[in-house]
Structure formats: C-alpha cells, structure tokens
C-alpha cells in the first residue's frame, strides 16, 4: 500500500480550491513522468476541493488510485491520494489529525493571504513518510469507532465528481496549473488508454 | 526518407547509450513530432528519454533490418554483429515481446560477441519500463542456464572431488553468500583457485537478480512473472538451500505486510513454506526451526493482516492455505501427544486424528465466527462467509 500525496487546503468564498501546502512521494513513478505526476495530484486535489460540499467527506476511485477528501465546515480542507489498498479510516483519520494541527502553525488570518503551497506546515512531509505503513503509524486501524459521524460519500470515477456538462477533458485543458507537457501526456496516455499517470 | 531517418535515430540511441553505459531507466517523452533538429534522446541523470515521435520510425527500421538479416534475403548485405546486436536492442527497449529478437540475442551470446553480463543488465534495463515482461524473464532464465552450465564444467574439468555434484557445489556458494563471502573464500572450494572464480561470479549474479524481483514487484501490482522467476532462480541457482529459503521467508515478510492484496507475493510465501516444511528434518537440524511453528507464526501473522486491514480476498486465501497446511503437518500429531500426556483427555475421540481434525476445523470455525463474521461488515463479512463455507468442506 502506498501514500503518494498529502495536501491542504482551502475552499475560497468563489468556491475555488487553493493548496496551502502539499507533499508527495513519487518515487515509485518513473524518473520522466515526476513533473507530470506532481502536477495532475494538485490539480486533482483542487478540483475534489471545489465539488465537495463544506462539511463533508468523499473517497473517490480513479483507476488505482483513490482520493480521500475532507472539507471541514471552516472551509479548511484536507486531500489524501492512496492506493486501493490503502485503509479508507486510515486515511481520512490522517486527515482529521493534519487539519487540526495546521491552524497552529498557520492561523486562520493568514490563510486567504498566504502564497499558493506555502503555508508553513514542516511537519507533513514527516506524516507522509510515517504513514507510508499505517500500522507502525498508529494503533488507530485497531480502533475503529475514532472518526466522527460524517459519512463518507464514495464516487467511482473523478467524472462522478463533476457538476452537470463538465468534462475532464475539458478542464485539463483550461487549467493554468498543468503544463503544456503535462497536457500532451493526458492526452497521448488517453488515446493508448494507458494508465501510466495520475487520471 | 523514412529509412535515412531510421538509420539516424539509430546511430543516435548508439551514441546515447554510449556516453551513459550506466542507463538504469527510460522512458517515451510525450513530443509528438519533431520540434528541432536535434536528436530525440535525451540523457539525464543516468535516465534515458525518448520523444515518441521518434519510436515508430526506430522500430520501423530496426524490424525491417533484423527481418532481413534473418532472411538472409538478396540483396541484404553482411551486417556487423555488433550492428546487428543493436538493431536488437532498440527494436526490444520498446517492444520486449518480440521473442526472434530475444533469440538473436542469444544467438549473438552463444558465438561471444555478447556477453552474458552485458545481456543481463541490457534486461534489467528493459524491466524497468515493462517490469512484467515475461520475454524478458525467460531470456534471463536462459542466460542464467548458460552461466550455472559454464559454471559446473569449470568446476567438473577440475576434477576435484568436493565439487563433483552440482547439488553440493551449489550448497556451499549458498552458504558463503549468507554470510557475506565472496571471491575470497572461493577459492578454497577448489584446488584450482582461478576456475573457482565462476562460482561466485553466478552467486553474485543471482543475488543481484533477487534485488531485480524485488523491484518488479514493487512496480508493477501482481507480478506472476517477477514472482514465478523467483521461485525458479531459488531452485535453480540456490538448489533450494535451506539457508536461503529462510532468509527469504525473513526478506519477504515486510513486504507482504506491505502489499496486502498482491497474491503472487503471498504465493511465494506459501512455496517458502512448502519448501520448508516438506525437508523439516534437516530444517530442524541445520536451522533449529520447526517448520510447523513457522506455519504457526505465518496464521498469526495473516490473522493479524486481516484485523488491520480487512476486506482483501488474498488474505483469506492464505489463511486458507495455512489452516489446510496445518491441518497436514505433525501439529495435529504434537496436539495429540500433548493432550494425552497432560492427561486432559477428555473425551475417548481425541485420540482419534479424524475427530480431532474434525474438532480444529470446528474451532477454527469457531473463531471466525467471533472475530471476523460478527464483528465486521461488508465485503469482509462476505470473504469471512465463503472461508467458513470452505471449513465446512474439509
């Protein structure tokens, strides 16, 4: 089981979706495909943000991997990227625990101010590597009862996620954080229907 | 036109491969069509990036070539083998099921214009982007035939009596891999100390391919291939020692606990144990281990896996096979002294080895009941459903 992405962010009044900070492990993609990898975690991370409704959580499936969201009811939101093996409680009690701790670090006032993925948050790339084996992480997988009431609504594909007349093609398309490199590798990986990235 | 470029692109992966002779991974490049006049290969930090555009026409080229070449067909005229060991190699990097490639490679190895060092790592290089190519596997298979056979009539010409059957020969290397040693320690196998040297050159090289599996396995989920040629360089190349089988039970452990939903990790497990078990004699004695505690320690373990993560079909399909090893090995017979030594014999039936089956199958059932069928949900009430369902049948 592998843990690829932590993120947190914020859910702006205009419903936009901005990464006060992130960390990835990536070492399991190929040396040519990082970029590309790390870019298409955040703009999935976003595009979760922004079509999860406040208070809420998901877990969405996207070929092997699945994406677990929490947008909690003060517009601060956590992303999980994992694998299929990877515990679902697991994941989003990593995110409870990250969303609690961040406003310490970083108070509220700043976070609508703050540059784009540089909230300062040390402490997630340790979390990232911690939780690459969630029993050694933590005896939470033996306590089961530990996530609050919310339920986890579950989508089999990001398509699910869109609103009415979206299209992911699209959106890669208009996206200003993808590169132009990162877009043709979508497309080339589509039109082989390889599944060698992210989406 | 075509052809000109083909015979270019050529020369230029030549010319990559040249300046880097250490490529340890490659990858397409997603440039769909020429942008510049410069070549398409792209070397950084030992990593080898191609522009899409330029594979088809390489490959192109490189199969029109080879086909020719093969034909002998008039017309085509003598190619070099080193041209011709090229040709093979951009024809395989992006397209490893080709197996008349593979065997123009072994062709190439067998009258020595290739080594077989060389020819192994060019396939290492190759599992890196296609890390389930069974191609590739069975072609290292043989490359590994080629160097146990050198190997044992190195050892055989020397007439010395210590090496005389591969079964021994190949229990010592074992041993001196274990314990760290290589070249140096070689030499006392033999009288003749230089033809020892290829024994430890084959240690050295199966292990390297140990690391190798481990790698493909991590890349790519399920990898039968990367697993069954484990099993094989472990009975191969290792003559099942039993040093070696239980080093990897050890190595393999993390991992599984890693991947819990990967059945061919956990297959390799079970051929581990099987192994084990079926030579526990000399296990007990060479090792101290008791093949049955380590059934035992592997159905704990697998119990363990199960509460942390339930949910995952492998799982109980190892538990499966475990209970049923179990059920096989002396741990019935062990029981069975014990509870008529302790004199807690109860009842007349557990002297009897079918009643007493009968009696640990329903335990068994027992203990699903409490644990998995009625504290869980969903899919692993299901998985927890159908393993009782199999007790029943036994």
Redesign the interface.
């Known amino acids: 089981?592998k843990l690829y992405s932590i993120a947190v962010l914020l859910k702006t009044p205009q419903e936009k979706g901005k990464i006060l900070t992130s960390k990835n492990e990536l070492s399991?993609f190929?040396?040519?495909?990082r970029s590309t990898v790390a870019e298409f975690m955040s703009f999935t991370s976003k595009i979760l943000v922004e079509r999860t409704a406040t208070a809420s959580r998901a877990s969405v499936k996207e070929q092997?991997y699945i994406c677990h969201v929490y947008v909690r009811s003060d517009n601060l939101a956590g992303v999980v990227i994992a694998d299929?093996?990877y515990?679902q409680r697991v994941a989003h009690t990593l995110i409870n625990k990250i969303l609690d701790e961040f406003p310490d670090k970083c108070p509220k006032a700043q976070w609508s101010s703050v540059k784009e993925n540089e909230a300062p948050f040390p402490e997630l790339e340790g979390y990232l590597q911690k939780y690459?084996?969630?029993?050694e992480a933590d005896a939470m997988?033996?306590i089961q009862s530990e996530l609050d009431e919310t339920k986890i609504i579950l989508h089999n594909t990001i398509e699910a996620v869109l609103q009415r007349g979206e299209k992911l093609d699209d959106l890669v398309e208009k996206s200003e954080g993808l590169s132009m490199?990162s877009k043709?590798?979508y497309?080339?990986a589509k039109k082989t229907n390889q599944c060698c990235a992210i989406l | 036109m075509a052809d000109a470029r083909g015979a270019r692109l050529l020369a230029d992966l030549d010319n990559a491969f040249k300046r880097d002779p250490d490529i340890d991974?490659y990858?397409m490049?997603?440039?769909?069509e020429p942008k510049h006049n410069k070549s398409p290969f792209i070397l950084?930090?030992h990593?080898l990036?191609v522009e899409?555009w330029a594979v088809k026409i390489l490959v192109k080229y490189a199969s029109q070539r080879l086909k020719g070449w093969r034909s002998r067909q008039a017309g085509e005229q003598f190619t070099d083998p080193l041209e011709v060991s090229h040709l093979s190699r951009a024809m395989l990097l992006f397209n490893p099921e080709v197996y008349t490639a593979w065997n123009i490679r072994k062709e190439l190895v067998e009258s020595g214009y290739l080594s077989v060092t060389e020819d192994l790592s060019f396939g290492a290089l190759i599992l890196s982007?296609h890390p389930n190519s069974s191609e590739t596997f069975v072609h290292r298979r043989w490359l590994f035939r080629q160097l146990l056979d050198t190997c044992l009539s190195s050892n055989s010409a020397n007439n010395s009596p210590c090496t005389a059957t591969p079964a021994v020969n190949n229990g010592h290397l074992v041993s001196m891999g274990i314990n760290g040693v290589h070249a140096s320690v070689a030499p006392s196998l033999c009288d003749n100390g230089t033809l020892a040297l290829e024994p430890s050159r084959l240690l050295s090289h199966a292990h390297r391919e140990l690391r190798l599996c481990s790698q493909t396995a991590?890349?790519y989920?399920c990898n039968y291939h990367s697993w069954s040629h484990r099993v094989w360089l472990m009975q191969q190349c290792f003559s099942s020692s039993l040093e070696v089988l239980v080093s990897e039970l050890k190595a393999t452990e993390s991992w599984v606990?890693?991947?819990?939903?990967d059945h061919s990790g956990f297959h390799y497990r079970q051929f581990l144990l099987t192994e084990l078990h079926q030579r526990r004699a000399k296990l007990a004695m060479t090792c101290l281990l008791n093949s049955t505690e380590l059934l035992m320690f592997e159905m704990s373990l697998v119990c363990d896996l199960l509460?942390?993560?339930p949910g995952?079909e492998t799982l109980w399909y190892h538990r499966r096979f475990l209970f049923q090893a179990l059920l096989k090995s002396d741990w019935l017979g062990s029981k069975l002294q014990k509870h008529s030594s302790n004199g807690h014999v109860e009842h007349a039936q557990t002297k009897d080895p079918d009643a007493l089956k009968s009696f640990y199958v329903s335990q068994e059932i027992e203990n699903v009941t409490k644990k998995e069928l009625c504290n869980s949900d969903g899919y692993q009430q299901v998985l927890a459903q159908k393993y009782v369902h199999w007790l029943q049948t036994l």
């Open positions: 089981m399991s190929g040396y040519f495909q092997e299929h093996e515990p690459q084996n969630p029993r997988t033996k490199q043709t590798f497309k080339t | 991974e990858d490049l997603p440039v769909l950084q930090d990593k990036g899409a982007r991590e890349k989920p606990c890693q991947h819990i939903s509460h942390s993560f995952h």
